[in-house]
């Protein structure tokens, strides 16, 4: 597959040929179930969008039955960008239902199956985009990253995903799940090519407000792998990591040693506060964003009902699937009277600690390595239990409450072949070391698609 890079310098002609052949590729595949629709906007090379990012037009519906039928009427800002730099929205991708999940098994329209092994989840919520990537029937994608959903399926299926710095790319067009943690970003099948599509996605945004107005240099033509950096390995996240993962990390560690990076070693709070602080703060947001789903605005309405209240009921019931119902009720009871300072409140404050504890390290290290998942990845019906679903996401979740930066790339196979990847965690706003840096370990471990 031609890289992003490659295809941004062809001319309009052979852009045409591009999409002509991916549309060959993408109906030769389509068992992996990874495209939603075959939509376009535009002229310009063809970049797949998660079905949560208004495209107009477009009928975007968060791979929900709730929104069936619901037209964009407008672009989302990283839409808008990417139009203006030569690329077209080309397709929606598969994903969780409203991002809610770590398998795609959540979507309205099925499960997408792992490119690398179709017994197995390409992850999510952005597991369409990923697959597609890891396919080679997509060039590049768009993915939402609420709580890892950029970065998990990116290490599942083999390919580079980058959570920005929250603030950094504008939320404006993108359906909320949880307003303080959710960040739009690049998945892609090299670290080039996702700095390439970060920038041009980045930026302040008038109408977003919490777009951050801070000073913006772009990162491309900056990159700089052969920068010697700190980089710090949390020995006490990995021990609860399976063999395959503990395996890539010490290999990532051997690399990045090679290239003259300086290791430290340190310890960090247990993960096991970040989940616990990740799924009340998560759900609470999301019961009060998808409140908005009603029957009333847009979307499915339900039929033959008697009154106001029932319309309500009915739709959400009808609507939504067993997920997203049960995060809104966990989200509804912990914002509920009696509860709120005992779950909401302190797990803002844990939220807090989590934070500086980040600060902290970064005091003595430019980069943080990590492991992206527990496990390389699992089998569908595998993770039937909602709440093993959710420590899954123990390694993830705590970059967005601290709102950092991070990207996920590929570092080893297993003996199956499955693809393991990890994770560079850097500072607010430094996406130029974090990109410096995963560069610099892409060259050292050689990973081959």
């Known amino acids: 597959m031609m890289t992003l890079k490659e295809a941004l310098g062809l001319s309009a002609e052979e852009r045409k040929g591009l999409k002509e052949a991916l549309k060959e ?113 997509a060039i590049a994608a768009l993915g939402s990253d609420t ?16 959570k920005p710095t929250y603030g950094r790319v504008s939320r404006w067009g993108l359906g909320a799940y949880s307003s303080s943690l959710d960040q739009i970003g690049p998945m892609t099948q090299n670290v080039e090519d996702a700095a390439i599509l970060y920038d041009i996605i980045s930026g302040h945004d008038h109408r977003d407000s919490t777009s951050a107005d801070v000073d913006y240099t772009p990162v491309a033509p900056n990159l700089n792998p052969g920068r010697k950096l700190t980089i710090a390995v949390v020995d006490n996240y990995v021990k609860d990591a399976s063999p395959e993962v503990q395996k890539a990390y010490d290999k990532a560690i051997e690399a990045l040693k090679s290239e003259g990076h300086t290791i430290v070693h ?17 759900t609470a947001e999301a019961s009060a964003n998808l409140s908005r789903y009603d029957g009333i605005r847009y979307g499915n309405r339900a039929k033959d009902v008697k009154d106001l209240k029932e319309l309500y009921i009915k739709t959400r019931s009808e609507g939504f699937g067993e997920e997203v119902k049960r995060r809104i009720l966990l989200g509804s009871f912990v ?18 600690l989590i934070k500086d504890e980040f600060e902290a390290v970064f005091e003595e290290a430019d980069l943080i390595l990590s492991p992206v998942a527990p496990t390389p990845a699992f089998k569908f019906g595998e993770m039937a239990d909602p709440l093993q679903m959710y420590l899954s996401d123990v390694y993830t979740v705590g970059v967005n409450l601290a709102g950092l930066p991070a990207i996920s790339l590929p570092i080893d196979k297993t003996d199956d072949g499955l693809p393991v990847g990890l994770q560079l965690i850097g500072r607010h706003f430094d996406e130029q070391t974090v990109f410096d840096g995963a560069m610099s370990l892409e060259k050292a471990v050689g990973y081959s698609k």
């Open 25 to 137: 590729k993408i109906e030769a595949k389509k068992e992996l179930n990874a495209y939603i629709a075959l939509d376009e906007a535009g002229e310009g090379v063809p970049l797949l969008i998660k079905d949560n990012i208004q495209v107009k037009g477009w009928n975007v519906t968060a791979a929900s039955n709730i929104l069936q039928g619901y037209v964009a009427p407008y672009d989302a800002t990283v839409i808008e960008k990417v139009k203006a730099a030569g690329l077209a929205p080309f397709g929606r991708a598969n994903m969780d239902e409203f991002a809610m999940g770590s398998s795609t098994e959540t979507s309205f329209y099925g499960k997408t199956l792992n490119p690398h092994d179709p017994q197995r989840v390409p992850g999510g919520s952005s597991g369409g985009s990923a697959a597609a990537v890891g396919a080679g029937v």
């Open 147 to 162: 709580g890892g959903s950029i970065r998990q399926p990116a290490a599942f299926c083999g390919i580079v995903g980058m």
């Open 266 to 282: 340190k310890e960090m709070m247990g993960a096991k506060y970040d989940i616990a602080a990740y799924y009340i703060i998560a």
């Open 335 to 352: 914002l509920s009277s009696g509860y709120y300072d005992a779950y909401y409140l302190k797990a803002q404050k844990v939220r807090h």
